[in-house]
């Protein structure tokens, strides 16, 4: 296991299912679990620990609301953490961008944007990739497909316009 992802609820894993098929799309190995920092700190600070001594090498903590998950994290380990504000209560998410976004100077967390799982999970494989050239391999690869990706649009367009 490479990255390990843990998101404050189980209503979150609708967020955060891109980032569990993007690593998997990159054969990056991922564990993930629920846990809260309110509700089960305990449970928090032990799987940060767990994943830590078993080889990960970024985390990814999404949550929703007051969320204090991500920063919980970043505080119980040096690796990095990767934070999604997850849009979950009628202020849309920004109430878990601010909250993950505003750390105090001392413990940083990388956010992401509101339900920016996706990014979430690039960004860990690129964090991978400093020390693997494979998986740097692989990052160019999937640009060049994205490139690729908005040129067919483009002819397509084009073609529909008769230009
Ligand atoms: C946060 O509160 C969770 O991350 C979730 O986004 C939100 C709602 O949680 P549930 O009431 O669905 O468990 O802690």
Redesign the pocket.
Known sequence: MKVAII??????LPVLEPAIATLAEFGVGAEVTVA?A?RTPEKVREFVATAAAGGAGVFIA????A?H?PGVVASFTTLPVIGVP?N?TSLGGMD?LLSIAQMPPGIPVATMAINGAKNAALFAVQVLATADPALREKLAEHRRAMAAEVEKKAAKIAATLGR
Do not use: C, E, T
Request: glycine share 12%; no cysteine; proline share 0%.
């Open positions: 998101m404050g609820s189980d209503s979150d809260s309110h999404a949550a929703g609301a969320a998950l997850v979950s878990a």
